[in-house]
Structure formats: C-alpha cells, structure tokens
C-alpha cells in the first residue's frame, strides 16, 4: 500500500514552482538568486469598472450623434476629471471622468472605463536560485535545506529569523514570550491560545509555526495578518519531538513559510524551509508501508506522536471501531505498543539524519 | 470502445473517487448475475503518482487474489474480453466522482423562472453556482461585470426567455457576458452553455465563439410554466467529465477499454433510482441518499418526477463546507458518551485534513456517525425546503455511499438513517452495502440485465420496514398495539409507547400481516391506509416501529440525552 508520506527532513534539496493563476509578467531570470519576499512574478486583473452612457446622460437623440460626442479611444488612459464626451457647441456640455482609468471599449454611445485593477504579486516564498523560467506564469526556485511539511495553512507566506526555545517547542506558547525581538520574526511552538494570535498580530511578527491548534481558533487564524503554519493537526496534542528537535537547532536562523492550503491533486503543501549550506538528494516522495518506518499518527488519542512501524499486520485487521483496515503494530517510546490503521499513518522521510544534539532533545533518525 | 459480447458473462466496475477507487466483479452465478469479489485502494491520481492506473492495478491484483482468477497479463493490461480459462473480463465500466465542482455564474431574465431553472440545473450536477445575474438585479451594469471578473467562473449558464419570447432584454444581458470575454485574459475565460431563447441561440453562439467555447442545449425553460433540464444537464455533465479527464491522471487513457464511457457517480445512481421509482409507489416515490468523501447525493424518483441534487459536503474533504456552516452542538448531541465540543470539532478536521483516515476506536466511529446524522438531516431539510419534491413518503428509502453502509452494525445503521432522514408514513429502508448503485446505473446503460439482478440480490440489504408514528402526548403514553402475523401461522403483539422504538424480529425475505391499532392520539401518515393489515417485508432489523415523533428532539441535558440515545439503541439490540 502506497504510504502517505510526510517531510521533517534536516537537510534535502527543494524545487518548488511559484506560479501566477493567469498570465503576467516574470521578475526573474534564470540562475537569479532571490530571497523569501522577492516578487518573482506578477499580473494584473481587472477588478472596477464603470460605464458611462454618454446617449443618456448628454441626451443624444441618435447612438451616431452620440458617438460623435465622444472624445476617448479604447485604450487611452485618463486621469480624473478629464473630458470623456462633450457636445460641442457655445454652451457645451461634457462628461468627465470621476477618477483615473482606461477605456476599455466604446460601444453603441457607451464607453466602459476600468477604474482599477488587482495586483497579484507572486513571491519567492523561500530563499534559493532560480533554476528555470516558466513564461507569463512564474519561475521554479531550488535550494538546499530543512524541509517541514505541515497540514494546514492560513494561506499567507512568511519568513525571519526562529526565535523560539525548547519549552515553548514542547508546550503551549505564552504571551510573554512576544516582546520586541519577536517583531519579523518566525515564532514556533507547541500550540497557542488565542490570545497569543492576537498579541503576535500587535507585534507583527514574521509568521507562526505551531504543532496543532484548537480547531475552534480556525477562523482567527485565517483573519491574521502573518502566516500560520500548522504541522500535524487540530488538537491540543502540541508539535512532535522530531520537528521539535530540528527546529530547535536552527534557532536564530532564516525560516520561511508558505502556510498554503494542502491540495492533494497537485501535492502543494503548507511548509517550512530552512536554507542551509551543503548539497543534497531531492527526497523520496513515494513509498510502501514497510517496518521500521518513523511515522506520525494523524488522528485519535495519539494524534501528533511519533512512532515506529514494528510491524505490518497481514490481510486486515478488526478494529474497536468495528470496521477492518489493513494495519500495523506501532511502537512508542520504549514499550507501548498499538495496533494502528495504515491509513492513519504519515510515513516521516528523514533522510537517515541526526538531528540536534542528544542533550537537546536530539532524536535519531531511523 | 470495445464492444460487449451478445452474452456476456463476467463484468468488471471500477469507482474512481476522490480517496478511494473501488473495484467489484460480476460474474453469472446459477443463471443470475452475482457480485463475485470487492476490493478499494487510496485513489492514486494525486501527486506524486498522478495516475489512477495504480490504484486500478492495485485494486485488479486484490481481486485476483480474493476469486483465484487472472485479470491482469504479465505486461499489466487488462484481459479483455475473458479468456475460454476464464480468465479476464467482458465488460469493464467506470464510474467517477467528481474532484472538484465547475465553478458556475448563472445569467438569465427573471429570477424566479429562467434563474431558478439555472440553480436547479446546478443543483443536479458538481456545480457549484456563485453568482445569478438577472434583469431585476438591482446592481448596476458595471458591477455585474466586475462580479463576472472577479469570480472568474469556468463556466457561464446563459439562459432566459422563453422560445420565441422576450429577446431584447437577452440580448442586452448577452453583451455583458461577451465584454466580460474580452476582458478576461485568453486562458481564463469561462465557457458559455446557452440555454436560453432558442430563436437566438444561432446568434448568441456565434458572438460567445469569437471568445470562447460554447456549448448548447435546448431552452431550460421553453415556457413560463414547462421545465426542460436534461438536455442541458446532459451537457453540464459532459463539461464536468471534461474537467475529470483532464484532472484525473490516466483516465483518458484507460476509456477506450470501457464497454461505454466512463461516467460521472451521479449519473449512474439517478439513473437507478429512476428505474427504482417506476416499480413502487407512485404516490411515494423513491428516495436515494449517497454520502460520499467530498460530495453527497439526494435523488428523488417516481413515475412523473425525477430530481437529483448534489451537495457540496461529505465525511472526507467535503467536511470542511460542513463544519463552516453548521454548530459543533448539533453533531455531538448526538452522540452517548460525554465528550467537549472541542475534541468532537478536532476529531472532524482532522478527518477534513486526513480523508483516508479509519474511525479505529467505538469513540471515533460514533463522532463520524453523529455527522453522518446531521448530514443526512442538512440534506432532507434542503430538499424539503425548496418544496422539489412531491411527497415526504418514500418507499423505499436506499442508503448508498461508503460512509453510511460501512457502519459494522445494522442497528447503528438503521438509527442513523433514522436520526438524519426521520421519514414520515411507513418506509422500507434498504442498504446498498458495498456502495454499487452508481455503478450499476453506469453499467445499466449497456447491461441492463446485470443491474436489475444485483438489486435483487444480496448486495442489497432490507435494513427494515419502519412504521413513523407522530403524536403529541407525553412520552410514556402508550400510543398504539402493533401486531405482526407471521406466515407459520405465529404473531409477535407489542404496545408502543410515545417516545420510544421497538423491532418486531421479521427475518430479510419473510413477509408478514402488521395490523396496527392506533390510540386517538396518534397518527401515521398513511393512516387511511393501515385500517386493514399492512404486508410487511422483513429486514436485518425486523419491523420497526419509530414514536419518537418528527422532528426528534433530543433532551437539552446531556445526561438525560444520552441515556436516551442508549435506550433506543438498546431498544433495537444494538450490538
């Protein structure tokens, strides 16, 4: 059965496309290094419109002699109060233009200005080089570095430097934790009240990344003005012990975060990206259920921890639930054992790694 | 396409959803059509493997092994058709629920006729409709163009007038439409399906085709009074396959081994609950209810009315439109441990993150049951709401779609049916246990024969036939004396009280005499019909008899609710 996979890799090599919805421009070049915020890419969308009826508002007796009154060709760009139609005459009447705009069309006596357009802006979302260019839609960024994929996102990206410690890694995140340094910065920890999220907003601060968070706090969460990250779900559980560990050893380091929404059809992810010096493998992003896997448990009283496949139970198993899934025997810590679905299982791809030293909270990497 | 042989003997379906691809082989078993062997795997069409060939691969091997027999050559390709060995297949069909819906924009006349049209259009298929856009809207011209911009639809129903009716009016909504084109960048722009006038339809096609692709149908609404949607729902559909040919990875590729082409999950379950509505009741007509992953189904049937509506919620990715709308409250009141609403809101959106994930403990099952109730309850409100349907009675009511009939108990099953529907009269409640209904309505377009002897067998199983008393006396008052008279000769009497529900044991294929004595205080809707015995089909759960009243309501203290809740499961011999 193919294992749904999960990235807490200390050090791969990264390749992500930053791509606009709908043609535009590319900011960059191929082999261009460019940092988290840059704008790799960019494209305009019409958003406001207004028509002027110059046959009802001159009162033309024809569309032909309303047509003659008007003054502007499609594509001129008008600033506020200039003439768009006028009558001519001694006493001659016009129409201005409320604000600033482009005609987009002259038709039958009318002419529709675009008044304003919406500016999307792509950003880089992580530091590296531009390895190739895609034309009107964006560029692929590769680096090296620590990868952590979450499970949900706010949608916004972010970036600055870690700054968190070991207890707040391993518990809840309190409000006396922000204070001046927090500004732009990256703040981590194990789950956080919703106080907290509007004390971080106050001090805006880089972006957040958090091992779960109550499912009741979503709708802050995605009215906040920097980027949240969450790794492995909803819940009090708070972060596991490997994502813990790496980024307790990057702290003070550049992070950033793209906190996109989880698409499984195309495979992006919310994640975090730690740019590091050294030269790595792309990672596995296929792979069976075997035993000796590390994984994390999605959901139920174990949510968020980390175990290790001990074995894979044969055919399918029956659960307390009454229901059969095909399993497997999960071991945690040094003696606690449980019969696991497959399906509630995320394999954690590590790259045979140690991360953090032992005294640290370090954890080996299987 | 490969054509069917004159008798052919083995079938294979193959159901692409959106987490899981199921496969079922049919082969003649004692000169009737059976189902020899299941078997699902995670659906494969997601990154990184982007191909469903995986999972239909997957998914042949664990049928080889459970019936003994090769579908697969070495090189990995389907034998087909079947071999004199009997190996391979004859027939292989595929069915496909929807990734995700077409984003709609309605532009009409009048809201209440050509407007409603469009929404109920949308309504039956995975289109989720934004924006309406009619000649009452009090918005100004420029902003219903900015609303067309800014949403940026794949598609655009175009539709209004009646045939030979109103054209000015259209025309001045079709100019809108058309400078929205223009202004959309090439790539972006949404396609047109014109249904509308068909004295314009020449015209406006040809403006629409200068920018984009244009599709059309005959007039949603020919008269201010006559409705007209399937052939324009038939050409949504093929838009939405469309869409799925091109989202799902292998797909493309793997259609020309199919007997027919594959279809859309929501085709083939109302064309079975159609077929299913021109057998019982006319006066009732058939309801069908399919929660799937990320889209959920309601079909309606009877001789006259078919009305199939799709709903943009389910127990897998679907849950997060769910649990935006709805109140955390009315799901976990339903269940009969105490447990904060904080852990039963976490539990769910972690399934919306995690929709392969398995209920593994009695906890978490009861949690994805209680929103399965409240699901089943958001979809009978909404029909009953839009006043589409004919009758509130539905005989029978069949449960499909993986969620529902996976439930391990059929008393659990029965109750949550029960709890989200709360149908009215005396309904049979059958289960479509291993979720075949859409696929047999695909396969039923070619082998009608395989479809109609499935119904009838084991696949398909009588829950119960379940007898809705309604009454306002207190609870405890005894309401009516049921008594079942069995074909031997026996009877089983039992008295029933307000507020409670009871099984008289009917074993599934035995048929009995109910003859019901009613108090003054109580009513069933068909009353004037139970004054002589009522033939009743025996189910997993006998004959039930439901006076918990409609709506149920569920005491306020959580105490007193959930031993209530276990008392009704107690009632029915919950395991």
């Keep these: 059965m193919n294992a749904q996979l999960t990235q807490i890799n200390p050090l791969t090599l990264i390749h992500r496309n930053r791509l606009l919805p709908v043609p535009g421009s590319v900011n960059v070049r191929e082999g261009q290094r460019v940092a988290p915020e840059d704008i790799v890419a960019e494209a305009s969308i019409p958003a406001r419109h207004y028509l002027v009826d110059v046959v009802r508002a001159l009162s033309a007796k024809t569309l032909s002699a309303a047509e003659k009154m008007i003054t502007r060709k499609p594509g001129e760009v008008l600033q506020k109060n200039d003439i768009i139609a006028e009558t001519g005459g ?128 979503i709708s802050t969460a995605l009215e906040l003005p920097y980027a949240l990250i969450i790794l492995s779900g909803f819940g009090d559980h708070g972060m596991d012990e490997l994502s813990r560990s790496l980024l307790a050893t990057y702290i003070g380091r550049d992070v950033s975060i793209n906190a996109v929404k989880w698409n499984r059809l195309t495979g992006d992810r919310p994640e975090v990206y730690i740019p590091l010096e050294g030269e790595a493998h792309a990672y596995e992003e296929q792979a069976m259920y075997t035993s000796g896997q590390t994984v994390r448990l999605q959901t139920g009283a174990y949510a968020g921890r980390i175990g290790r496949i001990e074995s894979l139970l044969p055919g399918v198993t029956l659960l307390p639930s009454g229901l059969r899934a095909a399993a497997a025997r999960v071991v945690f810590g040094e003696n606690l054992r449980e019969i696991i679905p497959l399906s509630n299982l995320d394999v954690i791809f590590s790259n045979d790694r140690f991360i953090g030293a032992p005294d640290e909270g370090g954890v080996l990497w299987h | 396409m490969k054509s069917g042989l004159a008798q052919p003997m083995s079938v294979l379906g193959i159901e692409i959803g959106d987490v899981h691809t199921r496969g079922h082989l049919f082969d003649i078993v004692e000169n009737s059509y059976r189902l020899i062997a299941s078997s699902s795997a995670p659906t494969t069409s997601f990154y990184p493997i982007l191909d469903i060939g995986d999972a239909i691969y997957e998914v042949l091997s664990r049928i080889q092994e459970i019936c003994g027999r090769t579908l697969i050559e070495k090189s990995g390709e389907l034998i087909l058709p079947a071999l004199p060995t009997g190996d391979g297949v004859d027939q292989f069909y595929i069915t496909t629920s929807c990734f995700s819906s077409l984003q709609v924009v309605a532009v009409g006349l009048l809201n209440d006729v050509s407007l409603d049209s469009a929404r109920k259009l949308c309504n039956a298929t995975y289109a989720n409709l934004l924006e309406s856009i009619g000649i009452n809207d009090r918005r100004s011209y420029s902003q219903q163009l900015d609303t067309l911009l800014t949403i940026r639809p794949d598609l655009v129903i175009f539709t209004g007038g009646t045939d030979g009716g109103a054209s000015r009016s259209l025309l001045r909504t079709a100019e809108l439409v058309s400078t929205a084109l223009q202004l959309l960048p090439r790539g972006t722009r949404p396609q047109i399906l014109y249904c509308g006038n068909q004295v314009l339809s020449a015209q406006l096609k040809d403006v629409f085709e200068r920018y984009t692709t244009v599709r059309s149908a005959p007039n949603i609404r020919p008269s201010f009074e006559g409705e007209n949607l399937e052939p324009a729902l038939t050409e949504l559909d093929a838009l939405v396959m469309e869409k799925m040919n091109e989202e799902i990875g292998g797909l493309k590729r793997t259609s020309p081994l199919c007997t027919t082409p594959p279809q859309l999950k929501n085709q083939g379950f109302m064309r079975m609950i159609k077929f299913l509505g021109r057998q019982y009741d006319p006066l009732k007509g058939v309801l069908g209810l399919d929660v799937g992953m990320n889209y959920s189904m309601a079909a309606y049937s009877n001789d006259r009315v078919s009305i199939l509506n799709t709903f943009n919620f389910g127990i897998g990715s679907g849950l997060e439109a769910f649990l935006r709308k709805g109140d955390i409250k009315d799901i ?194 068909e009353l004037a019909l139970i004054r002589e015995p009522i033939k009743v089909q025996g189910g997993v759960c006998g004959v039930v008899v439901d006076a918990r009243g409609r709506p149920i309501v569920l005491p306020e203290d959580q105490g007193r609710r959930i031993e209530l809740l276990k008392e009704w499961e107690f009632l029915l011999g919950a395991a």
């Design chain 1, 90 to 217: 001694l006493f001659s009447r016009v129409i201005r233009t409320p604000g600033e705009g482009r005609v987009v069309s002259v038709n039958k006596g009318r002419v529709l200005i675009e008044a304003e357009s919406t500016r999307i802006k792509m950003q880089a979302g992580l530091a590296g080089k531009v390895t190739q260019v895609i034309p009107e839609r964006g560029a692929t960024i590769q680096c090296y570095g620590a990868l952590i994929q979450g499970v949900w996102g706010n949608a916004l990206l972010g970036c600055g430097p870690l700054t968190t410690d070991y207890e707040s890694l391993s518990g809840e995140l309190k409000t006396s934790a922000i204070g001046v340094t927090s500004r732009g910065a990256v703040l981590a920890g194990g789950t956080c009240s919703e106080a907290f999220l509007a004390a971080a907003a106050q001090e805006k601060i880089g972006g957040l990344i958090l091992g779960s968070i109550s499912s009741s706090l």
């Design chain 2, 332 to 525: 976990s009141r339903w269940l009969t441990f105490p447990v904060p609403d904080t852990v039963v809101s976490d539990a769910l959106w972690n399934r919306s993150l995690f929709p392969l994930s398995v209920a593994a403990t009695k906890e978490e099952i009861a949690i994805e049951q209680a929103v399965l109730r409240q699901m089943l309850q958001a979809m009978m409100i909404d029909l009953e709401s839009r006043e589409i349907m004919p009758s509130s009675r539905f005989e029978p009511i069949v449960l499909s779609g993986c969620t529902v009939s996976h439930v391990a108990d059929p008393v659990r099953s029965l109750l949550l049916a029960l709890d989200g529907i709360q149908p009215l009269g005396i309904s049979p409640l059958i289960l479509d246990k291993h979720s075949l209904l859409p696929l047999l309505g695909t396969i039923a377009a070619h082998n009608s024969l395989l479809a109609v002897q499935l119904l009838e067998s084991t696949a398909f199983s009588n829950l119960a036939t379940v007898v809705n008393i309604t009454s306002k006396t207190r609870a405890g008052s005894p309401l009516l004396y049921a008594r079942l008279d069995y074909a031997d000769g026996n009877s089983f009497e039992v008295e029933v009280k307000q507020g409670s529900i009871i099984s008289l044991p009917l074993a599934p294929g035995a048929t009995g005499l109910l003859r019901l004595r009613l108090t003054s205080r109580a009513e069933i809707e």
